[in-house]
C-alpha cells in the first residue's frame, strides 16, 4: 500500500519529487545505490542489489509511517530516469525531529542539484511537515557533502560518532552529525539557500 503520492516541485521548477513507485525505475535506482561512487562514502550497503530487493525495500519503506521517499527526475520528462533519491526518515512525532538524506546520481554531480533537492526536502519537513529539527549524517572523510553542509546550508556541526558505520569490507567509518533547527531554517539556511539558486520563495 502506498502510503503518500506527494509531489514536490523544486524552487526553480527544473525538477520534481514523487514518491517512488515505479517499478521502471528499479533499474536505475539499483545502479544508483550500487555505483562505486556511491559505495564510496556508504561503505555498508550491499555492493549489487537484486530488482526484487529494490522492489521489496521501496514496499517496506512506503509502508513505514516515519519515512517519506522521493525520486527526483526533471520536470516535464516522461520516462526519464531518476537523478537522485531523497527523503525524510526515522520521524519522531514526540520530538518534532527527523534525518534526511540524499543520494544523487554520479552523473548529476556538481551540477548544483543536491542544493535545489535538498532546499525542496526541508522546505518540506520545516514547513509542510512542521518540524523542529532535521538531523543530516554523513561520512566523516565525506568532504563534498560535509563543505555542503557547513559553508552552503549552515548546518551545526554536532560532532563525530567514531567508527560509527561498519563497512562491508569490516572497515569502520566516523559518522559526522549536523542538524538545522526551524528558526536556523527561516532565517539562515532557507536564504542562504534561496540565494545561491538565485530564485525567491514560492
Known amino acids: 500500500m502506498v502510503r503518500h503520492n506527494l509531489v514536490l516541485t523544486s524552487p526553480t521548477g527544473k525538477l520534481v519529487l514523487v514518491a517512488p513507485t515505479a517499478q521502471d525505475d528499479d533499474d536505475a535506482i539499483a545502479k544508483m545505490r550500487t555505483h562505486p561512487e556511491t559505495l564510496r562514502y556508504l561503505s555498508f550497503l550491499p555492493r549489487s542489489l537484486t530488482l526484487d530487493e529494490v522492489a521489496a525495500r521501496r514496499e517496506a519503506r512506503l509502508d513505514d509511517p516515519k519515512t517519506y521517499d522521493f525520486n527526483v527526475y526533471p520536470a516535464g520528462e516522461k520516462g526519464g530516469k531518476p537523478l537522485a533519491v531523497t527523503g525524510i526518515m526515522d520521524i519522531e512525532e514526540e520530538h518534532d ?33 512542521k518540524l523542529h529539527r532535521v538531523q543530516f549524517q554523513t561520512s566523516a572523510n565525506n568532504d563534498g557533502m560535509r563543505g ?14 567514531r567508527d560509527g558505520w561498519k563497512g562491508l569490507d569490516g572497515l569502520y567509518t566516523g ?6 533547527l526551524e528558526d536556523e531554517w527561516r532565517e539562515k539556511t532557507k536564504p542562504a539557500l534561496l540565494m545561491r539558486m538565485r530564485v525567491e520563495d514560492k
Open 175 to 180: 559518522i559526522a552529525m549536523y542538524s538545522i
Open 148 to 161: 555542503w553542509l557547513d559553508r552552503v546550508a549552515g548546518a551545526c556541526y554536532e560532532g563525530t560518532r
Open 97 to 129: 525531529a527527523c534525518e534526511a538524506g540524499i543520494i544523487v546520481d554520479p552523473g548529476a554531480h556538481r551540477t548544483g542539484l543536491g542544493t535545489e533537492v535538498l532546499y525542496t526536502v526541508l522546505k518540506f519537513a520545516f514547513e509542510k511537515k
